[in-house]
């Protein structure tokens, strides 16, 4: 088969691969999308679920908030429980900005429809993903059955993928946090239990209160690293969730059928740079957050707007200042997020064989950020989106 020709390859059909396809045909670039999964799969795989003010506002710019705008959950904060008693964060009075609870699958959804609206190229189901000559202005990616001849390479295909491999060893510079818990994740058919986030401290360990809409519960429960979770039952989780939710003011968890469940380990990764020739890497191919600050997809998103912006300008213009600058400025908000990741998980969760020092380390950290106008402030403007 005759290689297929055209300004950007992007591997990963997730929202960083999609959102990137959708911004440079906005600027009259075109793009071939590859995804290893099928389109059902990508659309069903159940993550993130809160997206920043400035996320939602790029959504909307760029005619891709329709749905999200219906459905989505407006948030205008959120609660630290601990000591058995809430304390509230009120994000909108502290920054004037809100959070849109909305699933990121719902987010794909809305990215593949309007790829396909306006005949975007997706591929789905490529099997044999390889990058060739990026150090080349004429890069490669050959696949099994194809082959596209691109200008540039786009590495949107998450942690697990292809395209951070095809950076040099003597190039590419590591940076990885292991955190000694992971998160149990659940999805329930039960009206959520209280209109806003709770983030939960309790002595037997992290809980989450979350969900997807008002018929739709999503809970977490830290566990250790090596939990399967074919060892917890639906009781067994609801029973945790019961005893870490607790509260004096007689607070119910509402609890219904299991939709899904799964666990997730808890890194803090960065790989530096992001850019090496005319490969890009984006998303979590660069990175990655614990989820407890709900920065990842968030994160994905800010870099291609960076990604956009470069190669729009390299590629409409002939001007290579804003590729020459990507890695450096995207690398900047990653960092910060990173920060604040780690700021979040370690406020919130007890270690394992933690020393008490530590755990009273912690609980000082909440009560503070639950007094403090300054501390609350500051915990906010993080998690509801520094500007792009
Ligand atoms: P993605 O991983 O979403 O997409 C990469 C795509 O590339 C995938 O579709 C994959 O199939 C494809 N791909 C991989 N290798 C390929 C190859 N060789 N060829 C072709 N395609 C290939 N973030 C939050 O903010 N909150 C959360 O609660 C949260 N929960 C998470 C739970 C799990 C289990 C995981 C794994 C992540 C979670 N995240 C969460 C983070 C997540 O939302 C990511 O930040 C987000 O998906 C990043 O988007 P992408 O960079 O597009 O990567
Ligand atoms: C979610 O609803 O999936 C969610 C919400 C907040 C987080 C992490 C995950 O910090």
Known sequence: MSPVRTQVGIIGAGPAGLLLSHLL?????????????????????????????????????????????????????????????????????????????????????????????AHGDLRFEVSGVAVHDVDTDRPRITYDGGELECDVIAGCDGFHGIARGAVPDSVLK????????????????????????IYASHERGFALHSMRSPEVTRLYLQVDPDER??????????????????TDNGFTLREGPVIEKSITS????????????????AGDAAHIVPPTGAKGMNLAIADVLVLSRALTSLLRKGDSDLVESYSDTCLRRVWRAQGFSNHMTTMLHRAPGSEDYQHRLRMSQLRYTATSSAAATSLAENYVGLPF
């Open 25 to 117: 045909h906005l600027e009259g670039v075109d793009s071939v999308v590859l995804e290893a999964r099928s389109r059902d799969y990508v659309e069903r795989r159940v993550r993130a679920g809160v997206v920043e003010q400035p996320s939602a506002d790029l959504l909307r710019d760029v005619g891709l908030a329709g749905r999200m705008d219906e459905e989505g959950l407006p948030h205008h904060g959120f609660s630290l429980r601990f000591d058995r008693e809430d304390h509230r964060i009120p994000l909108t009075e502290l920054t004037g900005s809100t959070i849109t609870v909305y699933g990121q699958q719902e987010i794909v959804k809305d990215l593949i429809a309007a790829r396909l609206a």
């Open 174 to 197: 590591t940076f990885e946090h292991e955190y000694p818990f992971a998160w149990l994740g659940l999805l329930a058919q039960a009206q959520p239990s209280h209109e806003e986030l």
């Open 266 to 281: 808890m890194r803090g990764f960065v790989a530096e740079p992001m850019r090496h020739g005319r490969l890009f890497l």
């Open 229 to 246: 979770i074919e060892d917890w039952s639906d009781e067994r989780i609801w029973d945790e969730l019961h005893l870490r939710l607790e």
